[in-house]
């Protein structure tokens, strides 16, 4: 998700630095953006010097520390973790412009629990993209009781300047992107631990009759089936409705290191990159 932000706001024409709690891996997150940059290029998309121009805009640096210095948005896309992502944005505030907007990429966490405690929380509101972040046009904006005004009009250009198209709702558990869509999902494995379809009936059930681009369980795997658990795991604690309870054969998939795309398997198979 970081390096799909990243080459939206290079895209947009921002000066952008990423950088992670591992910096063995920005050179791939790099190389991934370049391999978007390069497919749009050959789509016709893209010319090869606007190509060039966004990976220029695009830096990497080993802390926190160094890569918010003097930004004036911050965006992070941690795990779904809310003391970290706490720290992270605490980091990013002692070295970003004293006006910043900062913002959190959680798809389920509060974002007023994760403004609390920070030194400007009038400052820190949501900005929930989608993946793959080039190709979704979707940015939920998510303004908790917290935020300003300002930085909820300031959230709206960012998204427009990104040419993504913005949903603004409130600060709630799950928001309305991932309450709804988690839902979809859970049914979906519960119909597959039913037997009532295999998995790519199930999914293509949802493809071909509803316009779905994708269906439920191969969205799963592109985002992580620990991912989803975590989010099914919050939403059932916090909002005590049955049809958030994770089903077992996704606790099992996770237990057996089944996490989807990114570890060659998860509802599907797929061959290594």
Same mark, same amino acid.
């Given at each position: 998700?970081?390096?799909?932000?990243?080459? !939206?706001?290079?895209?947009?024409?921002?000066?952008?630095?990423?950088?992670?709690?591992?910096?063995?891996?920005?050179?791939?997150?790099?190389?991934?953006?370049?391999?978007?940059? #390069?497919?749009? =290029?050959?789509?016709?998309?893209?010319?090869?010097?606007?190509?060039?121009?966004?990976?220029?805009?695009?830096?990497?640096?080993?802390?926190?520390? #160094?890569?918010?210095?003097?930004?004036? *948005?911050?965006?992070?896309?941690?795990?779904?973790? *809310?003391?970290?992502?706490?720290?992270?944005?605490? #980091?990013? !505030?002692?070295?970003?412009?004293?006006?910043? /907007?900062?913002?959190?990429?959680?798809?389920?966490?509060?974002?007023?629990?994760? !403004?609390?405690?920070?030194?400007?929380?009038?400052?820190?509101?949501?900005?929930?993209?989608?993946?793959?972040?080039?190709?979704?046009?979707?940015?939920?904006?998510? =303004?908790?009781?917290?935020?300003?005004?300002?930085?909820?009009?300031?959230?709206?250009?960012?998204?427009?300047?990104?040419?993504?198209?913005?949903?603004?709702?409130?600060?709630?558990?799950?928001?309305?992107?991932?309450?709804?869509? =988690?839902?979809?999902?859970?049914?979906?494995?519960?119909?597959?631990?039913?037997?009532?379809?295999?998995?790519?009936?199930?999914?293509?059930?949802?493809?071909?009759?509803?316009?779905?681009?994708?269906?439920?369980?191969? /969205?799963?795997?592109?985002?992580?089936?620990?991912?989803?658990?975590?989010?099914?795991?919050?939403?059932?604690?916090?909002?005590?409705?049955? #049809?958030?309870?994770?089903?077992?054969? /996704?606790?099992?998939?996770?237990?057996?290191?089944?996490?989807?795309?990114?570890?060659?398997?998860?509802?599907?198979?797929?061959?290594?990159?």
């Amino acid at each position: 998700m970081g390096r799909g932000i990243a080459h !939206a706001s290079a895209s947009a024409g921002w000066e952008t630095v990423l950088t992670d709690a591992h910096p063995d891996t920005l050179p791939a997150a790099v190389a991934s953006i370049e391999g978007v940059l #390069q497919g749009a =290029v050959t789509r016709q998309k893209l010319t090869p010097q606007d190509a060039d121009r966004i990976r220029a805009r695009i830096g990497t640096e080993g802390s926190v520390a #160094q890569a918010c210095r003097g930004a004036d *948005l911050v965006i992070e896309a941690v795990f779904e973790n *809310l003391e970290v992502k706490r720290d992270v944005l605490g #980091q990013a !505030a002692k070295s970003a412009n004293p006006d910043a /907007l900062l913002a959190s990429n959680t798809s389920s966490l509060s974002v007023a629990a994760i !403004a609390q405690g920070q030194a400007r929380p009038e400052r820190i509101i949501g900005l929930h993209f989608f993946n793959p972040v080039h190709l979704m046009r979707l940015v939920e904006i998510v =303004v908790p009781e917290s935020a300003s005004e300002s930085a909820r009009q300031e959230a709206l250009e960012i998204v427009r300047a990104m040419s993504k198209e913005a949903v603004v709702v409130k600060d709630s558990p799950g928001f309305a992107s991932s309450r709804l869509g =988690v839902v979809l999902g859970l049914e979906a494995m519960r119909m597959l631990e039913q037997g009532v379809a295999s998995a790519d009936d199930i999914d293509r059930a949802m493809e071909l009759g509803y316009n779905h681009p994708m269906g439920p369980l191969k /969205l799963t795997d592109l985002v992580g089936l620990d991912v989803r658990l975590r989010i099914a795991e919050h939403l059932h604690s916090t909002l005590r409705d049955a #049809q958030y309870e994770p089903p077992a054969i /996704l606790r099992r998939l996770v237990a057996e290191g089944r996490l989807g795309k990114k570890t060659g398997g998860g509802f599907y198979d797929y061959p290594p990159t």
